[in-house]
């Protein structure tokens, strides 16, 4: 009763004495704690407090199967990266992990050494190869490797386009030799959805949308600690500003551009192409 400035803090905390989940007691205090400080920090007018309430309202609005405004927000504001730092504290030579992004769909389908992810895309032909080792270096045999990324003309994933019909993904296995070889479309830079309220907050930001070219690789094996994480295409403009801080230097690969002529899988191709080389290192569980 009677609460003001100074115990409304306490006040809130204190009501979850009943509260029988130890973890959700903590998680809890702490929200409230948090949450009033930013507060008292701020002093919003209550015009400027209903702006907030609507912001996240319209957030919520803009989510369902195909898009989630929730995640980009995270994203944006670097606690999707925190997250994944503090969940991924790996053992030293580990490959880095980066941000996974709303656009992972389940049940991809499997391809074999060389398969192409981008059947019948437009964009330039890439040749992308490695091994997988554990952290002693012997090659790692069976690790399922899904790998997603846009066509390589207007940067859409499959399912931003209208038909939502599945391309630019698949999922490729390590042979005995821990190798593992896919055939795509060169990787291009492209923007986050930004007509939504998230968008909007980066405008207003002064921030752009961009993301620089890559490829989704989850690395999972039985026994080994899992791996999400990217392949940068080096010289990208937007390396060092990526909207959703998910670049390490680790990362960053060279897709060396190649005149017509013999691929790496050991066919040929009348047009340019593109050949990434990158080795993963996954460390037991
Ligand atoms: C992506 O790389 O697919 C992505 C990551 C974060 C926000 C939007 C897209
Ligand atoms: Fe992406």
Known sequence: MNFD?????????ARLSQCEDPRFKQIMSSLIRHLHAFVRDIEPTEEEWFNAIRFLTETGQRCDDKRQEFILLSDTLGVSMLVDAINH???????DTTVFGPFFVAGAPDIAQWGNIAEGLPGTPCFVSGTVRDTDGNPVEGVAIDLWQTDGIDGLYDVQTPDGKMFGRGCVKTDAQGRYAFRTVKPI????????PVG????????????PAHVHTMLQREGYRAITTHLFVKGDPWLQSDAVFGVKDSLIVDFVDQPPGTTPDGGRSD???SVAHYDFTMARA
């Not at 790996?90 to 490959?95: D, K, Y």
């Open 5 to 13: 400035e100074t115990t409304l803090t306490e006040a809130a905390v």
């Open 89 to 95: 504290r790996n053992p030293a030579g580990t490959t």
């Open 271 to 273: 047009v340019a192409f």
């Open 200 to 211: 909007g907050m980066l405008r207003k930001m002064g921030r752009h949308p961009w993301r």
């Open 189 to 196: 830079s492209y923007t986050i959805p930004s007509d939504g």
